[in-house]
């Protein structure tokens, strides 16, 4: 398992993660799409990643991609209530991208979409902003460490290349 990337082609469950807003955000919605699952962190050093987020949402939304965002405190690096954590994304980085409530994303209480990642690929984030590409098969395209931006080529070649893709 690597911290920058690996590719596989392992078959992920379409999973409900409860959404920020209230209610849930259904993958299964997304069937046909590609998709990128970043597990994220408001006082980490890759924060500012939240702004790149942002960008690759609205650049490739509209062909289809979504992007969710998945706060987790695995690390000891979010803030303490789903609150305060969309409060911070709205105020400081504009955020209007689905995000979850504050989930595990590592070890026995993993939301079941990262236990499915690593079950079928072997990858777990090693730390906040990991990132994983669903293809629109259902299928882990990619996965990619937090020293890769959202807008690296490594990703956008990715997601243009899923968007391609029939469904």
């Not at 082609?9 to 046909?32: C, H, K, L, M, Q």
């Not at 980490?44 to 960008?55: D, E, I, L, N």
């Not at 709205?90 to 070890?107: A, F, N, V």
Request: glycine share 8%; hydrophobic share 35%; aromatic share 12%.
């Amino acid at each position: 398992m690597s911290l920058f990337t690996s590719t596989a082609s392992a078959e992920i469950p379409y999973v409900e993660f409860p959404s920020i807003d209230g209610g849930n955000v259904n993958t299964a919605e997304w069937r046909g799409k590609p998709y990128l699952v970043v597990n994220t962190a408001s006082r980490c050093g890759f924060t500012s990643q939240y702004s790149a987020m942002q960008k690759l949402y609205n650049k490739y939304n509209d062909r289809g991609f979504n992007l969710l965002a998945v706060p987790s405190d695995d690390f000891n690096q979010e803030l303490s209530t789903d609150t305060e954590v969309k409060d911070f994304c709205e105020l400081t980085y504009g955020l209007d991208i689905p995000m979850t409530t504050r989930l595990s994303i590592k070890g026995d209480n993993a939301h079941p979409f990262y236990k499915a990642v690593k079950s079928q690929d072997g990858f777990v984030p090693l730390w906040n902003f990991s990132k994983v590409l669903i293809g629109a098969e259902g299928k882990v395209l990619g996965t990619w460490g937090p020293l890769t931006g959202p807008l690296s080529p490594k990703i956008t070649n990715a997601i243009e290349a899923a968007l391609l893709e029939p469904s």
